[in-house]
């Protein structure tokens, strides 16, 4: 007998998806899930709601899973239903007219690139504002049948969900996305191969394979590193959502960045702009530069002159700290090789990312490499746009903050995703039934006025009771799994009223919001939550990075007040925020708070969406709401800070909410009249439509994009391919010979009032006449200017007047410059002439950043 034993035969194993069939006769709702043009169009919602029935929300609200789990039985039910069929093919003619319209031919080709898209609860592409912000921008760019095409990432995982101990802290879980029941369809060749690309990492090639996610109009192509060709470590780059250690953040981003410009290379798909939405794609203009050396003989500065003029980079962060770096040492691991193909030294590429590039200690970053590479900056606020400016000031030596060319949008949302339906139809009504093509025009707002103060309050009522319900259910369950006693889950759920005024606080719990602001001073909040004649319910919800434990540590502590008896009902945190509870949340509470330490909110959108339902707002005057506050419309706290001291403002803060909250706004929604209507909140409510909705919806974004950079750019663009990219040819030759001649210009003369001795008498001209030797510059590639400045402070200056000087002559290379100008202004001032290059093609003066003080 043998009894020798035999080795264990390891299992082999490979994955096989077995597709669902559907009825030919329903085949429409299959055509109509595989596009997330139904998650804004509500009767598109309505029919897989129908299917669906009380699973909707089991399902994540996700018509592919609804159609998997659809059995023979009910198929045949919904043929037999004719009333349904007749909805479903209305809803598809709908869906293939819109589809029908194409951009115009001449509109510029657009690629818009973003580390994570929050476009619907069922894709766990997102995490917070950011994604948020690019999904609305892609649904309206889809809207507005914008030529554009979109990048990102295709997560195994995604962000975490969140789930709450009986302590309150923060677990979180990585529930895997299964990709079958994801409307995303795989991105094949003319033979029918899976497209993929390669990217270059240290010592081996990162494969990743396309995905293509259809967003109405928009195509969404995302990269997926999940495939057999990679080792387990690429494999997981594509598994999470900003996991990992600062190299495999880099990681990622060069995969978005530089892989996302060869995924549409490879599809056929050639931008004429480049946006670049935050800095973690910005390695995608190194790729650009790379393929014109070397597909156009280009050299690296007609190149970059190229690369610019087709490149917008958004930035949202108002904090130095939140911009991703990377050492020099990391840099080298993973660039060292590609830069030889650039053709410059490794000091010029470290140059791209760093202040200083002679400063080995310096990080390299992304947001300094994305301005350099990039014609157009802006913030996405006003606020945060003169934030960035004072940012990013040490890039462009010579010249005041203020006068930077770092513009802004200012952030919105996307209409249709975020109003209730209920808005919706009293919208139509009072504007038009096709008002969502003028949503952006304050006038056809103004028919807010004509709505019955009975029907706004109705329509309040019934979205709040809505909310409630949810909060109870929800709150039921989460308790219960947790462990609390039933007696407190009782009287938790007894303590909700529906006649409370409710304050909603819901956002990435990161320590500058400020969460704990309302627990300052717990009397006075007791008393405020404890009137019985005035209820007032507080709901919180969001959450904390995995590695923020500051922000958890706030989680931590809202959960545990929330916990005392003598608060059941009155504080609830509602765990795993997301899309889905944050419409409920936006559209069903009265007041939205929102308090961010001065001035690191550098937009907000979660408010924005509150005003397009009728929710005042309750913020402190920074970001968007500097923008958006009108009195009577909702409330503010000041924008300016009075104490230094954090503490010491925060308590001020408080007891500014507490005050108002007392004396202003409970008694607002409370005073009512015979009828039972508070009029004050209603006036409050028709000004917060009139006045504010119409300046954040998405359409008024995506047209600012147009107005102040995709029109300039698309036009420099085709410019500057033109004959074989002449003008970057020229522009890179004049700014060779600027540079290395600016420091020979000698300054032969300088004449100026003398303000040393006398005042200017107001109303007199300042007079200044400089005399300059170019020695071998032109005249033309010359400007000055005079400068007055007022002092604010020891470190602050504004700058009150600027005057171009005129150029008098033009003699053996000996050029004389005059002004003579009169402030107009009286007091104390300062002023410098500055010298500055000029050249027909610069687009801005920071283009060629080369300033001198005389």
């Excluded at 029919?47 to 018509?63: C, M, R, T």
């Excluded at 009155?570 to 949340?585: G, S, T, W």
């Excluded at 009249?673 to 009139?690: C, L, N, S, V, Y």
Aim: hydrophobic share 40%; net charge negative; charged share 25%.
């Amino acid at each position: 007998m043998n009894t020798q034993i035999q080795p264990a035969e390891t299992m082999r194993l490979k994955r096989i998806f077995i597709e669902s069939r559907l009825p030919e006769a329903l085949s429409p709702l299959r055509e109509l899930a595989n596009n997330l043009w139904w998650s804004w169009n509500p009767e598109a919602t309505a029919l897989f709601q129908h299917i669906a029935g009380d699973q909707w929300e089991a399902l994540q609200y996700n018509p592919m899973a609804v159609l998997d789990e659809m059995g023979a039985e009910q198929a045949e039910q919904l043929i037999a239903d004719k009333a349904f069929m007749q909805r479903m093919k209305e809803v598809q003619g709908a869906f293939q007219s819109y589809m029908s319209a194409k951009p115009a031919k001449d509109a510029a080709r657009i690629a818009y690139f973003c580390m994570e898209y929050g476009l619907h609860i069922s894709l766990k592409l997102y995490s917070g504002g950011l994604g948020v912000l690019a999904g609305d921008y892609l649904k309206e760019a889809s809207d507005s049948n914008a030529a554009m095409t979109a990048v990102g990432l295709l997560y195994r995982h995604g962000y975490f969900q969140q789930e709450i101990s009986m302590h309150g802290d923060q677990i979180n879980h990585y529930p895997v996305q299964l990709f079958t029941k994801l409307p995303v369809q795989a991105v094949r060749d003319a033979q029918g191969e899976w497209v993929k690309i390669g990217v270059e990492m240290p010592g081996r090639t990162v494969f990743a394979k396309l995905w293509l996610l259809q967003v109405g109009r928009v195509a969404l192509y995302l990269l997926d590193t999940d495939i057999d060709d990679n080792s387990r470590e690429d494999r997981e780059l594509t598994d999470s959502l900003y996991g990992g250690d600062n190299e495999f953040r880099l990681r990622q981003e060069i995969l978005l960045g530089m892989g996302g410009v060869k995924a549409l290379q490879k599809i056929g798909i050639e931008p004429e702009i480049f946006h670049c939405n935050e800095g973690h794609a910005a390695f995608l203009q190194l790729q650009r530069l790379r393929d014109l050396i070397a597909v156009r003989s280009l050299s690296f500065d007609e190149a970059s002159e190229a690369v610019r003029a087709s490149a917008l980079f958004t930035t949202h962060t108002p904090v130095p700290a939140g911009h991703d770096n990377f050492p020099e040492n990391m840099m080298r691991t993973y660039f060292e090789g590609f830069v030889k193909q650039l053709g410059i030294s490794w000091y010029e590429f470290m140059a791209l990312g760093r202040l200083d590039p002679a400063n080995p200690y310096e990080t390299f970053s992304m947001s300094h490499l994305a301005i350099r590479l990039s014609q157009e900056v802006n913030g996405v606020s006003r606020l945060h746009g003169e934030v960035s400016r004072k940012m990013f000031a040490e890039l462009y030596p010579g010249y005041h903050h203020e006068e930077l060319h770092i513009g802004y949008v200012t952030n919105s949302v996307h209409y249709p995703t975020w109003v209730a339906p209920e808005w919706h139809a009293l919208h139509k009504k009072l504007f038009g039934a096709d008002f969502l093509k003028t949503q952006s025009d304050p006038k056809t707002w103004a028919g807010i006025a004509n709505a019955p103060a009975a029907d706004i309050l109705g329509i309040r009522q019934t979205l709040k009771e809505r909310l409630l319900r949810y909060v109870k259910t929800k709150l039921q369950a989460d308790l219960t799994r947790r462990g609390e006693s039933p007696r407190f889950i009782f009287e938790a759920l007894g303590a909700i009223r529906s006649d409370a005024l409710v304050i909603g606080f819901a956002r990435r719990f990161a320590t500058y919001k400020r969460a704990h602001l309302l627990f300052t001073n717990m009397e006075r909040l007791v008393q405020i939550l404890h009137n019985q004649d005035r209820p007032v319910l507080l709901l919180y919800a969001g959450k904390a990075h995995p590695a923020d434990k500051g922000g958890q540590e706030l989680i931590r502590h809202i959960v545990n007040i929330s916990r005392r008896p003598d608060l059941a009902g009155k504080i609830i945190f509602l765990e795993d925020y997301n899309m889905e509870m944050a419409k409920l949340l936006v559209q069903g509470v009265d007041v939205w708070l929102n308090t961010p330490t001065r001035p690191k909110e550098a937009s907000g959108t979660s408010g924005m969406k509150a005003v397009m339902n009728g929710v005042l707002n309750f913020s402190v005057l920074d970001g968007w709401w500097a923008e958006g506050y009108r009195p009577g419309a909702g409330w503010a706290l000041p924008l300016e800070d009075t104490y230094k001291e954090a503490n010491l403002q925060n308590e001020l803060d408080a007891e500014t909410i507490y005050n108002l909250l007392e004396d202003e706004i409970v008694p607002a929604y409370f005073d009512r009249d015979e009828q039972g209507i508070p009029q004050q909140w209603i006036a409050h409510i028709r000004k917060t439509f009139a006045e504010i909705a119409p300046q954040f919806t998405m359409k008024r974004m995506l047209d600012d994009y147009y107005e102040r950079f995709y029109n300039k750019l698309g036009a420099r663009s085709r410019s500057m391919t033109k004959s074989k990219y002449a003008e970057a040819t020229e522009l890179t030759e004049w700014k060779a010979r600027m540079t290395q001649s600016w420091y020979n210009i000698k300054v032969a003369d300088i004449q100026l009032y003398d303000t040393d001795n006398f005042a200017l008498p107001l109303g007199r001209p300042f007079t200044a006449k400089v005399s300059l030797h170019l020695n071998g510059l032109s005249a033309q590639d010359i400007g000055v200017e005079l400068v007055f400045f007022k002092r604010i402070n020891e470190e602050e200056l504004h700058i009150r007047l600027r005057e171009e000087m005129t150029l008098k002559s033009d003699q053996n290379g000996q050029v004389v410059f005059k002004c003579a100008v009169e402030p107009g202004m009286a007091g104390v001032y300062e002023y410098g002439l500055r010298m500055y290059p000029k050249h027909r093609l610069l687009p801005h003066r920071q283009d060629l950043a080369l300033a001198r003080w005389l």
